[in-house]
């Protein structure tokens, strides 16, 4: 029998700040280990957190993102507990005033997930278990976060796989995190559970700490297809943590969970509440970019969705199309070319306004496809432009009907048998004439025109 999966996702963001949460420490993923580690931080006697207002202001760009209900009134609460990776013994966090709620995100297929809530906190401090033995790391204590925590709202490993993409892309579009899954920049926790009753949560189940986009749809569809098998034969769903074995491509037990545990928050007593000024509120908002939806909408205007999903996908891309396109009016062709020419050899090595340029000579017939590859090889990292490109290495495409008309005359007279081969039905006949159109200009031939022509006469003879 199927199952009804439902799904949710919380998501850890660190941000891209120059300092922490709550004091002037740096933010360095590359430093040696304990480099960074400030004071405050660690909660020595005396000192005091203050709010860094790049995350908050990061933070705001996210809900502004998401369509979220924005809080004004900045709080933070006291989250306890005692853990190696707390120094302070308990995280500043969000618990009863996120920053944000109710939002929305559009998916790839036009799907809308529910956020629940986003709210700010400080990270912990990184383990390394080796053994008997464990190494602490306090350089992330106190990087700034946000957690996202979507609706369960979720009810496939592809739908959250393409949840967890579509929202790395926002962020990195507002300039808030690298993104970078396989270094801890985002960490994603799935709750998952499953039931043949509509409207009836099953068990939930947690995985934690998924690193990449393919590991979240991995470890949701083995985790789907166990619990599946557990209920058909008979057992019972066990509410617990799990993480995913990347070697065993499957979902491994880590603790049992009894309850909900009780970490006593209260209001943090060292943070005064804040009340933002909508005047902040409003400067946030107006320096905030297009978004991948909009562009995605703009693009579609003109040229077709898979190459405008594509170039959105793409922020480098997408930024290099939109320069060339102060030049030209050839919209999918642009596209096109960016796509398939430019990207793989890099954006910074071409000026945007020589490929429109580029471009349009090849809209319009005045350079073959191959004189196109090699004009956009005499432009990487070049001052030249088109023109003088073209002129220095003679790089004209011959469209005259006159000129080519007189080339393929000169081939049937040299080869007559060509004309036999064709009424006789055999296709090399053509490909030789265009052989040696080619080869008479110097590959500077219209192909097309070459071939209408062509094609025309031996059909005369």
Excluded: W
Excluded at 98 to 124: A, F, Q
Excluded at 251 to 275: H, L, W
């Amino acid at each position: 029998m199927a199952y009804l999966v439902t799904i949710g996702i919380e998501i850890h963001v660190e941000l891209k700040t120059k300092s922490k949460m709550f004091s002037p420490g740096r933010v360095d993923f590359d430093a040696d280990p304990n480099l960074n580690v400030n004071e405050i931080d660690l909660a020595l006697p005396g000192t005091l957190p203050s709010i860094n207002k790049e995350a908050v202001k990061m933070a705001l760009k996210v809900c502004f993102g998401l369509n979220m209900d924005v809080d004004p009134l900045l709080k933070f609460d006291r989250k306890n507990y005692f853990y190696s990776d707390l120094p302070k013994g308990f995280q500043i966090t969000q618990q009863f005033h996120p920053i944000g709620s109710k939002g929305k995100l559009v998916l790839s297929d036009n799907s809308v997930v529910g956020i629940t809530r986003l709210h700010m906190e400080e990270d912990t401090a990184k383990q390394l278990h080796l053994g008997d033995e464990t190494l602490i790391d306090f350089n992330r204590a106190g990087v700034p976060l946000i957690e996202i925590v979507s609706e369960p709202e979720i009810h496939s490993g592809k739908q959250a796989a393409d949840y967890v993409s579509t929202l790395r892309q926002l962020l990195l579009y507002l300039g808030v995190t690298d993104g970078k899954m396989e270094e801890g920049s985002m960490r994603c926790d799935v709750n998952i559970s499953i039931s043949k009753e509509e409207g009836v949560f099953g068990t939930k189940v947690e995985i934690k700490n998924l690193n990449s986009i393919a590991n979240v749809q991995k470890a949701i569809d083995y985790e789907i297809k166990r619990q599946e098998e557990v209920l058909e034969a008979g057992g019972e769903i066990v509410q617990e943590t799990r993480r995913f074995d990347e070697p065993s491509q499957t979902t491994v037990s880590m603790r049992k969970k009894e309850g909900a545990v009780d970490y006593r928050y209260f209001p943090e007593p060292n943070i005064v509440p804040i009340r933002l000024a909508q005047d902040f509120l409003d400067s946030v908002k107006d320096s905030m970019i297009e978004l991948p939806q909009e562009r995605l909408d703009r693009y579609k205007k003109n040229i077709s969705e898979d190459d405008a999903r594509i170039l959105v996908a793409n922020m480098e891309a997408g930024d290099f199309f939109d320069k060339v396109m102060e030049d030209s009016k050839n919209y999918q062709e642009v596209a096109n070319f960016v796509i398939t020419n430019v990207t793989p050899l890099g954006f910074d090595v071409f000026k945007p306004k020589e490929i429109a340029s580029l471009v349009d000579h090849l809209k319009a017939g005045k350079l073959s496809s191959k004189q196109g590859k090699q004009v956009l090889k005499y432009l990487e990292n070049s001052d030249a432009t088109v023109e003088e490109i073209i002129k220095d290495h003679g790089l004209v495409q011959v469209s005259d009907d006159g000129k080519i008309l007189e080339i393929i005359e000169k081939i049937l007279a040299d080869n007559p048998q060509v004309i036999v081969d064709y009424k006789n039905g055999k296709d090399n006949s053509i490909k030789f004439v265009m052989g040696q159109v080619m080869k008479a200009t110097r590959g500077q031939a219209n192909p097309a025109k070459a071939m209408e022509l062509a094609t025309k006469i031996l059909k005369s003879k």
